[in-house]
T-cell receptor, first 113, second 114 residues
């Protein structure tokens, strides 16, 4: 079945550091890929998405590129801020009936001033 | 536009008791999802509704969990009887239809079973 693997956290960075959170997936066919963010005390929010190979999703300075050859969708940001502290989830939607999302385990990011 | 509403936000019960969670999706959204998020893990889909019909409930423990969406709008998820391992955050999400790429999540209900 479909699965998503993320790097374990927590990831602790200083403000303005470069961020990479690795995400790899296993799925048949051509899934859509997503990054969701969960700020403390809030619900999950879609951060960015990519629906086909080589697509780059971007939002709020974050970006991720759909790499089918390496089955990866790594999240990057050039300069993190304290306000980026949250839990980040990589997810995929496979080519199945319905619209089920399969999530990775999440990566907690802590940014220190 | 109002988001997905859930209640209660927190619930503490003893094992073997029953509990119910309520979700009101974004107006006009035909598809509704319930996810279970155990601490330290990603959300896992329990059940998906399209209007008032079930699309996928393959991961719902049907011996103790039930869900309904009778009028195709709001939904209730019930656990009876609860077990310790049911302690989790229960997330409700909705999307315009089953092909929409974006699901909108509510704040969740944190359940603690003691």
């Amino acid at each position: 079945g479909d699965s998503v693997t993320q790097m374990e956290g927590p990831v602790t960075l200083s403000e303005e550091a470069f961020l990479t959170i690795n995400c790899t997936y296993t799925a048949t066919g051509y899934p859509s890929l997503f990054w969701y963010v969960q700020y403390p005390g809030e619900g999950l929010q879609l951060l960015l998405k990519a629906t086909k190979a080589d697509d780059k999703g971007s939002n709020k300075g974050f970006e991720a590129t759909y790499r089918k050859e390496t089955t990866s969708f790594h999240l990057e940001k050039g300069s993190v801020q304290v306000s980026d502290s949250a839990v980040y989830f990589c997810a995929l939607r496979g080519n199945n009936a319905g619209n089920m999302l399969t999530f990775g385990g999440g990566t907690r990011l802590m940014v220190k001033p | 536009e109002a988001g997905v509403a859930q209640s209660p936000r927190y619930k503490i019960i003893e094992k073997r008791q029953s509990v119910a969670f309520w979700c009101n999706p974004i107006s006009g959204h035909a598809t509704l999802y319930w996810y279970q998020q155990i601490l330290g893990q990603g959300p896992k889909l329990l059940i998906q509704f399209q209007n008032n019909g079930v699309v996928d409930d393959s991961q719902l423990p049907k011996d103790r969990f039930s869900a309904e969406r009778l009028k195709g709008v709001d939904s209730t998820l019930k656990i009876q009887p609860a077990k310790l391992e049911d302690s989790a955050v229960y997330l409700c999400a909705s999307s315009f239809d089953s092909r929409s790429t974006e699901q909108y999540f509510g704040p969740g209900t944190r359940l603690t079973v003691t």
